[in-house]
C-alpha cells in the first residue's frame, strides 16, 4: 500500500501489526523563535536560489521592513503580516508584466494567492531564508463532524518556510477572510470552513452567523516553485 506523505511505516514489536505514524513539523511560536540560521548546505543551497535582478529589488525591502530581526520566524511573520496588511486579495488582476515577487510587492495593490505567496518565498529567499512555493488544496467545507467538500474554487497557493531542527512549516501570506469571503459568494447556503493557516493561526468561517475570524500570530517585534514571477492564471 502506498502511505501518505510525512509519514513512517513502523512494525509493532509486541504483535507484529504494521501501523503508520504521523510525522508532523513543530507549529509551535516558542520553538520557532529558539532555531537559529544553521541550515544544512542542501538546503541553504536550493531553497534561497533567486534571480540576481529579484534579489537585488528585495533586499532592501526586507532589510527595512525587519532592521534588528535575526531570527527566520520573526522575518517570517513579519514579511507575512506585511502583505496580509498592505495587500488585497482579487481574483481581478491584470498579471505583471516581468517578476511577480517585485511588482507585487513594490508596486501592485492586489493580487490572488499565488502572487501572495510568490513574493513571500522570494522575499524570505532574499534574506537567504529557505522557503519553497507550495500549491494543492485547503480542507475545503466542513460538512459534518469528521467530513469535508473540497470543490475545485479551495485550489491554493502557500510557503514552507525550513527552520532548523525542525523542518519546513506552513505559513500563509494571503488575507484568510478576504479569500473565504470569495470562496462562500461560489456557495449558496450555509458555507462552514475550519482551517489551520500559520504556526498559531486558526481561520474559521460560518456564513450563518456572517463572521470570519482569522486568529494574529504570535511575534515578539513590530513591523514599522515560482520565486521568479514565472506564474500565469
Not at 532592521?67 to 520573526?74: F, G, L, R, V
Not at 485547503?138 to 531542527?165: C, I, L, P
Not at 477572510?177 to 500559520?198: F, I, K, N, Q, W
Request: proline fraction near 7%; glycine fraction near 6%; include cysteine.
Amino acid at each position: 500500500t502506498r502511505r501518505p506523505q510525512g509519514s513512517t511505516h513502523c512494525r509493532s514489536s509486541a504483535a507484529s501489526d504494521l501501523y503508520n505514524r504521523q510525522v508532523v513539523p513543530e507549529r509551535d511560536p516558542s520553538v520557532l523563535l529558539a532555531t537559529s540560521r544553521a541550515y544544512p548546505d542542501d538546503v541553504a543551497d536550493r531553497y534561497t536560489q533567486l534571480p540576481e535582478s529579484t534579489r537585488s529589488d528585495l533586499e532592501p525591502f526586507v532589510n527595512g521592513l525587519t532592521p534588528d530581526t535575526e531570527n527566520p520566524y520573526e522575518t517570517a511573520v513579519a514579511i507575512e503580516q506585511w502583505l496580509e496588511a498592505n495587500k488585497e486579495y482579487s481574483l481581478n488582476t491584470t498579471a505583471p508584466s516581468s517578476d511577480i515577487a517585485s511588482q507585487f510587492i513594490l508596486e501592485m495593490e492586489q493580487g490572488y494567492c499565488e502572487y501572495f505567496a510568490t513574493a513571500m518565498t522570494a522575499a524570505l529567499r532574499a534574506d537567504d531564508i529557505p522557503a519553497r512555493y507550495v500549491v494543492g488544496y485547503t480542507s475545503g467545507e466542513k460538512t459534518g463532524e469528521t467530513s469535508y467538500t473540497v470543490r475545485g474554487m479551495n485550489a491554493h497557493a502557500w510557503v514552507e518556510v525550513y527552520f532548523e531542527g525542525v523542518g519546513w512549516v506552513k505559513f500563509d501570506p494571503t488575507p484568510g477572510d478576504e479569500r473565504l469571503a470569495a470562496e462562500a459568494g461560489e456557495v449558496s447556503g450555509e458555507y462552514t470552513v475550519e482551517e489551520s493557516g500559520s504556526p498559531g493561526e486558526e481561520i474559521t468561517r460560518n456564513t450563518q452567523e456572517e463572521t470570519a475570524t482569522e486568529t494574529p500570530i504570535p511575534v515578539t517585534t513590530t513591523v514599522t516553485e515560482s520565486p521568479d514571477g514565472s506564474t500565469t492564471r
